[in-house]
């Protein structure tokens, strides 16, 4: 079991014990805390516990947490969730990922109405019945029903990071198979999509039954869908669904141009292969039999076009099927059917920003708020990725249950900063700070405390329901302030659980542009916040952008990759992207020099 599965059942025991109630919160708390440390831990706890290591030594890990998750990782099952699953539906656990439904109101939805399920409750907000519950109402029950919208919406795609951990441990259980020549996974996924439906794994073998099995045996997979000689579609515990083909060497190319997709972007190769009299598919690149002036069909599968296919001219590599098309190699992240074709013919396919590109992190958190590392520790962490500049930027006070600042906090954080900064000529230290746009776009602290800082992240925690006009106006008015440069997770989306907040993109892109501000793509994989096309847009524009990964802990400064894959999606270039260059240029486009 992968720590992503145990802590998965660790949080379902905490949230049926909150909904079940009358029960000692620190007995869920002790969950909660548990789900944390598997979820971040670096290493597979499965492998922990076959060296037979002290599970308690890990950090919120007590007795009944540790043999919980030994019985996890040995049984494949929680005995003591099964016990509380006899005593509260488990399916009630999904009610509370709905905005407006805590573990109280999910008891009560059961104890009054019966409700179990989000399409029993679905069905009792549509007949109003929801509304007259003790504690809801009419705007908790349209919260409700919006909610359920969003939650069909996003049903089966997967977190790009979610899935990066699902998949590694079975890639490695592939390729330690002597049969497998080779394996790559192609779809989405190998695109960067921020989310995945499923995962569609290609590997080179002449041996095919002996993959298949291999594959068919990995211990996470939960259910078969389909087995066959060459190809197979299992569902893993976690309801990941994947996909394996298995290939020969001669037709990888092809078959991972194929498989990658994306489907628009196949659409159009196909179209220009028949305009050149050449079929693609994904068994290779083949020459039509004599052209007869038939018409290109748009979408239907090559072997529909009714046509001889004769000698194959290429397929082994993706560089050959693409050059057999006139066409340089495309990177996957453009493949989306947005003009890439167009630019590859003309050779002006961008130069992508890559990791090894970026100079600093410009959003991190230390203990000084929300953060669970000292100043120092964010630091050295920095330096040892090779940055040359940082920038801390804690809460300021509007944000009070994370510790945020007020002045006279932030005038001894600063006081502490050059105390440590004197310490570590190695890296620039950029004094800063993530402060609040509050509502009427004014910012959390005092004019005065910002001169004192190098570089000012405003963003937006609150009301995140504002009417379009009135959040253009708070973000236009901000952005508009003199000290502002950065602005942090613009849109607000967590994804699959906030929408983004609604204002006229246009408008405050062209405000950012004119004031010298740069829009942030935040690179946690729950926000990715601005999206690719934003930042399409934000280029569009002239509007710098800035990669940050707004970490709260040391480990989290490696999100950055997720950032930059969303940025290759937007075609940036490392000219596009301040922090991939160095500080005069950064700060100068903000218009601090
Ligand atoms: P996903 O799984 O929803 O995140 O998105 P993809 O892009 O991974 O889509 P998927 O898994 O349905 O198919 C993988 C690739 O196979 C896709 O990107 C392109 C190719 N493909 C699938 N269906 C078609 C099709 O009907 N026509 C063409 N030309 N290609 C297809
Ligand atoms: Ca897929
Ligand atoms: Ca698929
Ligand atoms: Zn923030």
Redesign the pocket.
């Known amino acids: 079991m992968e720590n992503l599965e145990i802590a998965a059942v660790l949080r379902e025991m905490a949230d049926l014990l909150e909904i079940k109630g009358g029960v000692n919160p620190f007995r869920i708390r002790a969950y909660r805390n548990a789900v944390y440390t598997v979820e971040e831990y670096a290493t597979p706890l499965r492998t922990l516990v076959e060296e037979g290591a002290d599970l308690t030594e890990l950090p919120s890990v007590g007795n009944e947490m540790a043999s919980h998750i030994v019985e996890l990782v040995t049984t494949g099952h929680l005995s003591r969730l099964v016990e509380l699953a006899a005593e509260i539906p488990r399916s009630l656990v999904t009610l509370i990922r709905l905005p407006g439904v805590g573990p109280k109101k999910a008891r009560k939805l059961w104890d009054e109405l019966g409700i179990t399920t989000i399409d029993e409750l679905e069905a009792a907000a549509a007949a109003g019945q929801v509304a007259e519950l003790e504690g809801f109402g009419e705007k908790t029950q349209g919260k409700i029903l919006e909610g359920i919208v969003r939650y069909r919406a996003r049903q089966g ?1 997967f977190r790009l990071a979610e899935v990066d951990e699902l998949i590694r441990p079975l890639l490695d259980w592939l390729r330690t198979d002597d049969a497998v020549q080779h394996v790559e996974v ?4 190998r ?1 960067r ?1 921020e ?4 995962v ?1 794994i290609l590997a080179i073998s002449s041996a095919k039954q002996a993959v298949i099995d291999r594959f068919l045996a990995y211990p996470q997979v939960l259910r078969v869908d389909l087995a066959g000689e060459t190809r197979a579609t299992v569902h893993l515990a976690s309801e990941l669904q994947v ?1 394996l083909r298995v290939l020969d060497e001669q037709d990888a190319g092809a078959a991972l141009v ?6 628009e972007h ?2 159009a190769l ?1 179209r220009r292969a028949l305009e050149r009299g050449l079929s693609v598919s994904e068994y290779g690149v083949f020459k039509l039999a004599a052209s007869d002036g038939v018409e290109p069909q748009e ?1 239907a ?1 090559l072997s529909t076009t009714g046509r001889e296919l004769g000698e194959r001219v290429a397929g082994r590599t993706e560089q050959q099927v693409y050059e057999s098309l006139g066409l340089p190699w495309i990177p996957p992240e453009l493949r989306e059917q947005r003009g890439e074709i167009v630019a590859a013919e003309r050779n002006e396919l961008p130069q992508l920003v890559s990791l090894e590109d970026m100079r600093g992190d410009l959003q991190m958190h230390s203990d000084w708020s929300d953060g669970k590392n000292t100043i120092e520790e964010m630091l050295e962490a920095c330096v040892s990725r090779g940055y040359e500049y940082f920038a801390l930027t804690d809460h300021s006070q509007a944000l009070a249950m994370t510790g945020g600042m007020d002045a006279e906090k932030l005038a001894r954080q600063l006081a502490a900063i050059d105390e440590i900064a004197s310490r570590h000529p190695e890296i620039r230290f950029l004094r800063s700070m993530e402060i609040d746009v509050l509502a009427d776009g004014s910012l959390d602290i005092e004019d005065g405390m910002l001169e004192r800082l190098d570089l000012v992240v405003i963003s937006i925690h609150s009301r995140f329901d504002l009417s379009t006009a009135d959040q253009t106006r708070r973000l236009v008015r901000a952005i508009e302030h003199p000290a502002s440069d950065i602005v942090g997770h613009p849109t607000g989306r967590i994804i699959g659980r906030r929408d983004a907040i609604e204002f006229d993109l246009a408008e405050v892109l062209d405000c950012a542009a004119e004031n010298h501000v740069a829009m942030e793509c935040n690179a946690h994989p729950n926000r990715l916040d601005l999206r690719d096309t934003h930042m399409m847009e934000a280029k569009k524009r002239g509007v710098p952008i800035v990669i940050s990964t707004d970490a709260h802990r040391v480990a989290e400064l490696d999100l950055m990759s997720y950032g930059v894959e969303q940025a290759r999606r937007a075609w940036l270039t490392p000219g596009d992207v301040l922090n991939a260059g160095p500080l005069e240029v950064l700060l100068s486009a903000l218009g601090r020099i």
Not at 195 to 198: A, Q, W
Not at 258 to 263: D, R
């Open positions: 795609r192609a779809g989405s996924y695109r999509r989310t995945v439906g499923d569609d996909d194929y498989f990658t997709g994306s489907k196949n659409i196909r979408d599968d």
